[in-house]
């Protein structure tokens, strides 16, 4: 059952995805709400899924592995089995640091986090490429990213799917 956000719910989630080292005492300071009442707020959103872990971002000029791909796959076979066979594979490649599932083109986008080319070349590309279900591979380098998303965001989607008594669906 889908948990109905109110306004409260979502200035929760926009803050945590700004901040998500805010004390609960911060939070219940900026909200005007009890942060025994915070705690069990998360709770459901955690319980709910709306609220999926908490993540440090990190700044790819500051770590070893700076550059970052786009890789596009496409597969022989969309066969559930081999499917899960495949996504199975590519759990042993460390250098993944996202997957989708995805239409149109290819079968699967990646982004690759890698130290260097040669990373690229003998860590990820040809092993992707040595799997037996793989059609081929497109790999697009990313030098920076245009957009990244915003704390913002978060309000403009859950005003889209308010109903008329103000509760998200």
């Known amino acids: 059952m889908a948990l109905n956000l109110d306004e409260k719910d979502i200035q929760i989630l926009m803050w945590l995805q700004q901040n998500s080292r805010i004390s609960l005492t911060e939070l219940s300071d900026i909200l005007h709400i009890p942060a025994a009442d915070i705690v069990e707020r998360m709770k ?3 319980v709910d899924e709306y609220l999926k872990g908490y993540a440090t971002v990190l700044s790819r000029s500051k770590i070893e592995k700076k550059l970052l791909f786009i890789a596009g ?3 022989y076979s969309n066969k559930d089995e081999h499917v899960w066979a495949f996504r199975k594979e590519i759990e042993g490649i460390p250098q993944i640091v996202n997957s989708y599932r995805v239409n149109g083109c290819f079968d699967f986008l ?12 003998r860590n990820v590309a040809s092993k992707l490429m040595d799997m037996e279900n793989v059609v081929s591979m497109r790999s697009f380098y990313i030098p920076n990213e245009a957009r990244e998303v915003e704390r913002n965001q978060l309000n403009d989607i859950f005003n889209s799917n ?3 008594n ?4």
């Open 110 to 121: 990646f982004h690759i986090l890698l130290s260097d080319m040669y990373d690229f070349h």
């Open 162 to 164: 308010k109903t008329d």
């Open 73 to 75: 796959i496409r597969l």
């Open 166 to 169: 103000g509760l998200i669906n």
């Open 44 to 46: 459901k959103l955690e």
